[in-house]
C-alpha cells in the first residue's frame, strides 16, 4: 500500500453500520448471531442425534420447503462438506452417464472439471461463454443438464429454464438460494451451500429435490455403481427424512441458516428478499452508470447479479480502493482475483443492508477523490 492509501481515513459520519460487503462467506445478521448466543450453552456441544439438534435441521428443511414454496413430492436433503462435495456427490449420485453443462465462470468450470475426470461418466458436453456472460442450455440426449443460477465469480445471474423434459435440470444455487426466485417446474434439484445468500456458516451442503430427482438418486445408489459413503445422496436422503446428516455437522451452520430461513419467510418470503436485493443491487449498478470512472461489468443489465455486484474501474486502482476501505473496516470487495480485472466485488445478500450500501457508494466516492 502506498503512503496516500495508509493515510486515508474516511470520516465516520461516511461509513456503513456494517462494513461486510463479501461473497462468500458473506454477512452473518447479528441478530442471528445473539439468538444463537442465547441457544448455544444448551445446544452447541450436544448430540447431533437427539431431538434438540433435530428440531433445528428439522426447521430449517421446513423453512426452505416454505421458502421456495416445493410443490408436494420435493424433498430437502443435506450432507456436509458444502457445494463443492455436492459437486463430486452428484457426480455419482444424480448424473447416470452424460450431462450438459453451461460453463461461464470459475464455479460453474469447477463442476466441468469433476465430471470430465469422473472415469464412470462420459466426457460432458460444454457450453461456454465469456465471463460476464453466459450461455443458454439446448436440448440435446444427455441425462442432466447443469445450470448454475448466479455466477458468483463474476456477477451473472441467469433465468433456470428446462431444455427438454426428460434431462433431469440440477441448478447450482449457492449465491442465489434465498434471495432469487425460480420456478419449480424448471428445476429437478436445486443445490447451495448456506455461506452465501443464505447469511450463514460453511461446510453444509442442502438440495431441494423433485420427485424425478429423488427417483434418479434412489436408482444410482441401490445399482451396480460404487460410491463413496460420503457422496451417496441415497444415503443423505435417508439421514435427511430423519433431520439428520450421514456423519457430525457443523451445528453452529445449521442454526444460522434456520435463523436467517425464518428471518426471510418472516419479513414477506422471497419475492421480499428479492426485492431488497434489487434495491441494494441498483444502488450499485445505478451509482457505477453515473460515475466517468466507473462502469458494471456485465453488458447485459438483465444478466446482472442482484446478489453480487461486480464494477470495473477505469483511471483509478481497484485494488486501491479496496485496500482502503479494508483499512477503514470495508471488507472483502476484491474482485475475483483469477477474473484479473480492475473491479470491485459487492455483494447485496438479503442480510445486506440498503442503507450501508448507499454509504459504501459514498465511501468509494470518497476514496476515488482522495487517491484522486
Ligand atoms: C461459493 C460457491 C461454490 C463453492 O461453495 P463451497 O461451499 O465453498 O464448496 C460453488 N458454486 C457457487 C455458485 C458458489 O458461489
Redesign the pocket.
Known amino acids: 500500500m502506498s503512503a496516500t492509501e495508509n493515510s486515508i481515513s474516511l470520516p465516520t459520519e461516511l461509513l456503513p453500520e456494517d462494513g461486510r460487503f463479501g461473497?462468500?462467506p458473506s454477512k452473518v445478521r447479528k441478530e442471528a448471531l445473539q439468538s444463537f448466543f442465547e441457544a448455544a450453552p444448551s445446544y452447541l456441544g450436544t448430540s447431533h442425534r437427539q431431538n434438540n439438534v433435530k428440531d433445528h435441521v428439522a426447521r430449517l428443511r421446513s423453512g426452505l420447503s416454505a421458502l421456495f414454496n416445493l410443490p408436494e413430492g420435493w424433498e430437502v436433503i443435506l450432507g456436509n462438506?458444502?457445494?463443492?462435495?455436492?459437486?463430486d456427490a452428484a457426480s455419482f449420485s444424480l448424473i447416470e452417464s452424460s450431462s450438459q453443462h453451461l460453463s461461464f465462470?470459475e464455479?460453474?468450470s469447477?463442476?466441468v472439471t469433476v465430471v470430465e475426470q469422473a472415469p464412470h461418466l462420459r466426457e460432458p458436453e460444454v457450453i461456454v461463454s465469456d465471463p460476464g456472460s453466459c450461455p443458454s442450455p439446448v436440448e440435446s440426449q444427455v441425462d442432466t443438464y447443469a445450470l448454475?443460477?448466479?455466477?458468483?465469480?463474476t456477477g451473472v445471474t441467469t433465468s433456470l429454464s428446462r431444455p427438454d423434459p426428460d434431462g433431469l435440470v440440477i441448478a447450482?444455487?449457492?449465491?442465489?438460494a434465498g434471495a432469487i426466485q425460480w420456478d419449480s417446474s424448471e428445476v429437478d434439484c436445486y443445490y447451495?451451500?448456506p455461506?452465501?445468500a443464505l447469511a450463514s456458516d460453511?461446510?453444509?451442503?442442502l438440495a431441494a429435490c423433485s420427485p424425478a430427482a429423488i427417483a434418479r438418486i434412489e436408482a444410482l445408489c441401490s445399482g451396480s455403481r460404487w460410491i463413496p459413503a460420503s457422496l451417496d445422496l441415497g444415503i443423505a436422503l435417508s439421514n435427511s427424512r430423519k433431520d439428520q446428516t450421514y456423519n457430525t455437522p457443523s451445528l453452529a451452520t445449521i442454526f444460522l441458516a434456520a435463523e436467517m430461513v425464518d428471518w426471510i419467510n418472516e419479513s414477506g418470503g422471497l419475492t421480499w428478499a428479492e426485492d431488497r436485493c434489487g434495491q441494494s443491487s441498483g444502488m450499485i449498478y445505478r451509482w457505477a452508470e453515473e460515475r466517468s470512472f466507473a462502469r458494471p461489468f456485465v453488458a447485459n443489465s438483465r444478466e446482472r447479479s442482484p446478489v453480487v455486484c461486480t464494477i470495473d474501474f477505469e483511471g483509478v486502482d481497484a485494488d486501491a480502493i479496496s485496500a482502503v476501505l479494508r483499512a477503514n473496516g470495508i471488507v472483502d470487495t476484491e474482485s475475483y482475483r483469477k477474473l484479473g480485472r480492475n473491479q470491485l466485488r459487492i455483494a447485496t445478500f438479503p442480510a445486506v443492508e440498503p442503507a450501508d450500501v448507499e454509504a459504501l457508494c459514498a465511501c468509494i466516492d470518497y476514496v476515488v477523490e482522495e487517491l484522486g
Open positions: 461473497s462468500g462438506g458444502g457445494t463443492t462435495s455436492f459437486w465462470g464455479f460453474s469447477k463442476f448454475t443460477h448466479n455466477e458468483t465469480s447450482d444455487a449457492t449465491s442465489a447451495f451451500a455461506q452465501k460453511g461446510g453444509l451442503w
